[in-house]
């Protein structure tokens, strides 16, 4: 066996082994649902900090899935090799919001459906988790909970501040309090009425009061 025949036996054939064709629609389609993934993850998103870098990498997530397992379809022996080299791979990026990894996985389901050649599942698929998503997360924003932070100068104030945000708000939750120098600072969980925050500013001109911050968070607290 000549070199030239190695050649065409594992180079040439395995051009020939994928239509370009099927390569072109199912990257265009992964392209565009990864948008649309991109798309449901914005309009859901209710965390504090909205990660833009995070929603290029859900498109991104989705080509690169639907090139390798086309790859893994067309040579066997080539996805053997494939998964001897990314068992080495080990990902130490935090998952922050726990909505994140669903996203994550919907990237990776529609680049293994698209690459298989199941094209009205991904997208009717894909149709149906982003409205349940979107519905959801409408949902959720209807009573979306608060951090109200306030530094007092003594006890005294503090129960004053606590009784004057109690009459303000739906629900008050005392989360932590810190005492530094006589002076103390309270962290409240609070539901809002009516979204109505106007109390903040009656909050910061109460004498006593040197410092308000109104936060708005997803209901996981650390601290």
């Not at 990257?27 to 859901?44: D, P, R, T």
């Not at 996805?79 to 996985?105: C, H, N, Q, Y």
Request: glycine residues 6%; neutral net charge.
């Amino acid at each position: 066996m000549t070199f030239q025949d190695i050649f065409k036996s594992s180079f040439l054939e395995n051009i020939a082994s994928i239509s370009m064709l099927d390569m072109a629609i199912a990257l265009v389609l992964a392209f565009l649902l990864g948008l649309f993934i991109f798309f449901v993850y914005k309009k859901s998103y209710s965390g504090v900090m909205y990660s833009a870098s995070f929603g290029v990498t859900l498109v991104a997530l989705s080509l690169i899935t639907t090139l390798l397992i086309m790859t893994v379809v067309s040579n066997i022996v080539l996805s053997l090799g494939m998964v001897g080299a990314l068992s080495i791979v080990r990902f130490r990026t935090a998952i922050k919001e726990p909505m994140d990894i669903a996203f994550l996985f919907w990237s990776i389901a529609v680049g293994i459906v698209l690459a298989a050649g199941l094209i009205p599942l991904a997208v009717f698929g894909s149709i149906f988790i982003g409205a349940v998503l979107v519905a959801f997360s409408k949902k959720k924003t209807v009573d979306s909970p608060y951090i109200l932070v306030a530094h007092c100068e003594n006890s005294e104030i503090e129960e004053q501040v606590r009784i004057f945000v109690k009459t303000q708000v739906k629900r008050l939750n005392l989360k932590s309090k810190g005492v530094c120098g006589g002076c103390v600072e309270l962290n409240y969980e609070v539901r809002l009425k009516d979204d109505n925050s106007a109390f903040v500013n009656q909050l910061e001109a109460m004498p006593g009061v040197s410092r308000v911050v109104l936060v708005s968070y997803n209901g996981d607290y650390m601290g």
